[in-house]
T-cell receptor, first 117, second 110 residues
Framework: ETGVTQTPRHLVMGMTNKKSLKCEQH?????MYWYKQSAKKPLELMFV???????ENNSVPSRFSPECPNSSHLFLHLHTLQPEDSALYLC????????????????FGEGSWLTVV | GQNIDQPTEMTATEGAIVQINCTYQ??????LFWYQQHAGEAPTFLSY??LDGLEEKGRFSSFLSRSKGYSYLLLKELQMKDSASYLC???WGYGQNFVFGPGTRLSVLP
């Protein structure tokens, strides 16, 4: 138990579906992240929210839409995905001060396995 | 760019010692992290280095040379359960946050 909870753990969706991934952190952190991990590829940073504001969007296609309603919750809305979007999506959180990371680590959730058919 | 390089795969024998190297671009460096990831699971934190030198934590040690943009993770007395991917990650500071290397898949053989 890392204090970061992701749901659902597994999701199969068609290319025309709309679904959402949910992440909740119970650590009192102020920064949350979405990462994508495809087979045999490095973890790719998708989005970062610091103090509920999006500070990073690494050229992610618009079919992925993040939402951060408060510092404890993060969503990834999925719409008209492609089969190549099938991957493990990891949420993480950390504590940031004005200059960077506090506490020497970020904490990951268990991940959501997404399969697009 | 923020290139981080690691060997793709390594193999070692149970009970042995293995060193996994990581090189990175030095500008804006704010700290280096090592994570362990078993197949199908989330990464788990192993170590953190921000100053030069060796940090020891049980069977695992991590070394950093900031001027060379170089780190290694040293695993001693290898066990079968150490078979996993080992991810080097660099914190380049506020707004740029974490970037992970490609990971090194370690296989420990009996």
């Amino acid at each position: 138990e890392t204090g970061v909870t992701q749901t659902p753990r597994h999701l199969v969706m068609g290319m025309t579906n709309k679904k959402s991934l949910k992440c909740e952190q119970h650590l009192g952190h102020n920064a949350m992240y979405w990462y994508k991990q495809s087979a045999k590829k490095p973890l790719e940073l998708m989005f970062v929210y610091n103090f509920k504001e999006q500070t990073e969007n690494n050229s992610v296609p618009s079919r992925f839409s993040p939402e951060c309603p408060n510092s404890s919750h993060l969503f990834l809305h999925l719409h008209t995905l492609q089969p190549e979007d099938s991957a493990l999506y990891l949420c993480a959180s950390s504590q940031e001060d004005g200059t960077g990371l506090v506490g020497n680590t970020i904490y990951f959730g268990e991940g959501s396995w997404l399969t697009v058919v | 760019g923020q290139n981080i390089d690691q060997p793709t795969e390594m193999t070692a024998t149970e009970g042995a010692i293995v060193q996994i190297n990581c090189t990175y671009q030095t500008s804006g460096f704010n700290g280096l992290f090592w994570y362990q990831q078993h197949a199908g699971e989330a990464p788990t934190f192993l170590s953190y280095n921000v100053l030069d030198g060796l940090e020891e934590k049980g069977r695992f040690s991590s070394f950093l040379s900031r001027s060379k943009g170089y780190s290694y993770l040293l695993l001693k007395e290898l066990q079968m359960k150490d078979s996993a991917s080992y991810l080097c990650a660099v914190d380049w500071g506020y707004g740029q946050n974490f970037v992970f290397g490609p990971g090194t898949r370690l296989s420990v053989l009996p």
